[in-house]
Every structure is written in structure tokens, then in C-alpha cells.
């Protein structure tokens, strides 16, 4: 299916305040999720639910409750480094470097993927490219380029609401240019002041029929979180 392309007025949209904008309505100094991940390797489907922490781009602590393979399996971030405990082996594990990349869970997240949550506008420079309709939308395009060489993704391709500010569709790339990761965002709904998806579809563009839907089953924003949650001692049994 070929899509129109129609010009922008640049005059018309300014790319980074309209990311500015996305921030706001995503983003908070601290946040609580209870969701699942349903897991769809082409070949079965597989649901994970969990319950995650955030505070701020460096804190992030994430623990799951089912399934019982799963079960009791715990994650934690603190700055750059993120370490993973599995009640089965008893052991915590330190997951960082090139294994941030990797799958986590068999899913079509990375690890880096399920816990990133910083500010798009702090860590990248937008440039209009045009509107494109999507999902029946008239969206504005953006082009994301990193501002600091360690980014994962060095580039990324967002397509923006301009009406009310949602992102609709994101697309991560690798330095050489090569598409890595498709996002959805979906069912966006009025929570307190915020208009904030309830469902995510990722997909791995380096797999062949795959996606992981994240469903947001609760979120609560700008709440307190206890400081233990990010201290290595959560991870023990």
C-alpha cells in the first residue's frame, strides 16, 4: 500500500516543541505500571504480567507475577547498568553492554527497551519531514537524531497528532540506518491530566512474523515510591 505524503508548513510546526509537547503528556518524575506482555513468537503466545517502578531516566524496578516460569523473576536499573534475578537459579546477574540489546524473555523488547523511559525531547534533535496519515490520522512526521553517540538508537522516525499531541507510530534505527524496532501506540485514555496509551505493539523488524503487545492494565503518575525499591536488597528472595 502506498502512502501520500503531503508537505508541511515548517512555519505551521515546530518539531521539537511539538516533542516537547509528546514529553509532557508521556512522561513523569516517577511513575507505577501493572501490565502484561503477550508474547507472540509466530508460533505461540505466551502472557507475562508484571509490575513496574520508575523514577526519573536512571531508577527502574520491575518484578513478575506470572507465569510461574516467570514468576518471582525481578529487574532492576540504576543508571547505566541493569541487573536481572531468577528465582530459579537464585542468582542476580548483571546485564549490560551489547546483552542490553538482546531479547528480553523471548519478546520483541530488548532490555534496554523495557526500561527506558527518559525524555525524547532531552535526548534527541527533531526535524519536521512532512504529514503522513496513519490509523485514519493526518500526523506530523518527525525525524529524531540522537544528540549523544551512546543512544541506542541513533536515529528514530515518529509520527505525531499535532491535535492533541499522541504519537501514533515509532520506528527505531540502528546507526547503519537499518529499521530495528516498529511501536504502536494505542487506546489512549484521559488518565488525570495526561492522554496516555493503554496498549503498545512492538515488533522486531529483525523477525519474521512476531509482536509483543504491552497492555497497561493500571498507571499512576508523580506518586511515592519506596526507596528500597531501588537498592540491590529487592532482588533477594
Known amino acids: 500500500m ?3 505524503v503531503i508537505p508541511c508548513n515548517a512555519e505551521d510546526i515546530n518539531a ?5 509537547q ?8 516517577t511513575k507505577f505500571i501493572s501490565g502484561r506482555l503477550i508474547i507472540d513468537n509466530g508460533r505461540k503466545v505466551r502472557t507475562l504480567t508484571q509490575d513496574s517502578w520508575m523514577e526519573g531516566v536512571t531508577r527502574a524496578y520491575s518484578h513478575y507475577k506470572s507465569p510461574a516460569r516467570e514468576k518471582g523473576t525481578k529487574m532492576l536499573k540504576i543508571g547505566g547498568k541493569l541487573w536481572m534475578y531468577t528465582p530459579r537459579t537464585d542468582r542476580k546477574i548483571l546485564i549490560a553492554g551489547h546483552l ?13 527497551d523495557q526500561m527506558e523511559d527518559h525524555k525524547l525531547s532531552h535526548s534527541y534533535s527533531a526535524t519536521l519531514e512532512g ?3 496513519f490509523s485514519g490520522t493526518n500526523c506530523a512526521v518527525l525525524h529524531l537524531v540522537a544528540r549523544d553517540k551512546e543512544t541506542t538508537y541513533q536515529t528514530r522516525k515518529v509520527w505525531i497528532n499535532p491535535e492533541n499531541q499522541t504519537v501514533l507510530k515509532e520506528e527505531r534505527f540502528a546507526k547503519s540506518g537499518k529499521l530495528l524496532k516498529r511501536i504502536e501506540f494505542k487506546d489512549y485514555e484521559k488518565i488525570k491530566t495526561r492522554l496516555f496509551p493503554r496498549t503498545l505493539v512492538f515488533r522486531d523488524m529483525l523477525k519474521e512474523n512476531t509482536q509483543t503487545t504491552y ?5 499512576e503518575f508523580d506518586i ?3 526507596a528500597k525499591y531501588f537498592s540491590q536488597s529487592i532482588l533477594k528472595r
Request: charged content about 30%; hydrophobic content about 40%.
Open 2 to 4: 502506498v502512502t501520500l
Open 16 to 20: 521539537q516543541k511539538l516533542l516537547e
Open 22 to 29: 509528546v514529553d509532557d503528556n508521556l512522561w513523569a518524575n
Open 100 to 112: 542490553l540489546r538482546q531479547s528480553m524473555m523471548g519478546s520483541d523488547l530488548s532490555y534496554e
Open 131 to 133: 504529514s503522513e496519515e
Open 215 to 219: 497492555k497497561f492494565d493500571v498507571i
Open 224 to 226: 511515592e515510591i519506596p
